[in-house]
């Protein structure tokens, strides 16, 4: 069995597009899956399947997801090495430290060099940010909900994404890890 993190986009959020994570376990169960165990409300899962095909299961998970509850929500399936790799390569270790200041958004694919210079153009406070393959380090010194950059940044880039801050992206690495 391989472990993998589905990340979702959508749910839970401002009391809109309600989940409860006991359903979405149940779901995940129904759908075959084992040692499935979420954390916090806004749609992180952790499970093992036999299957290695990320975008397969993405594909799967989001049409059971919408046919179960009615709406679409993006979905990021990633295994357990892509995790690991994700901490490993967090480009601010300075800053781990602050789980609140730290970011790491996951992304659909991997940006070209002009979405990423279109962005830069548009960093201008006290944010900074790398882009590793088909993840955005962030870093807010503010905090995530003071940055104007962070408003602006899933329109600016466009390329479409799930946002977790440091603390979750850690918790998700140990669940993941022993699978």
């Known amino acids: 069995m391989n472990g993998f993190v589905a990340?979702?986009?959508?749910?839970?959020?401002?009391?809109?597009?309600?989940?409860?994570?006991?359903e979405l376990r149940a779901f995940f169960e129904q759908l075959?899956?084992?040692d499935v165990a979420s954390y916090v409300q806004s749609g992180n899962m952790v499970f093992c399947s036999a299957h290695t095909d990320v975008t397969a299961l993405t594909t799967t998970l989001q049409g059971a997801f919408q046919q179960r509850w009615?709406?679409?929500?993006r979905i990021?399936?990633?295994?357990?090495?892509?995790?690991a790799r994700l901490v490993a390569d967090n480009p601010y270790p300075e800053i781990a430290d602050d789980p609140t200041k730290l970011h790491a958004m996951v992304l659909e694919r991997e940006p070209?060099?002009?979405e990423?210079?279109?962005?830069a153009e548009k960093c201008t406070g006290p944010e900074r940010f790398k882009v590793k393959g088909d993840v955005l380090y962030l870093h807010a010194p503010e905090g995530l909900g003071k940055s104007k950059f962070a408003?602006?940044?899933?329109r600016t880039l466009k390329v479409p994404g799930t946002t977790r801050n440091w603390r979750s992206v850690l918790a998700l690495a140990e669940m993941i890890a022993p699978r």
């Open 7 to 22: 990340l979702f986009s959508g749910i839970n959020v401002g009391g809109n597009r309600i989940v409860k994570m006991a």
């Open 32 to 34: 075959g899956f084992a």
């Open 70 to 73: 009615g709406f679409h929500s």
């Open 76 to 83: 990021m399936v990633r295994d357990a090495a892509w995790l």
């Open 112 to 114: 070209t060099p002009e």
């Open 116 to 119: 990423v210079a279109r962005l």
């Open 151 to 154: 408003e602006i940044l899933p």
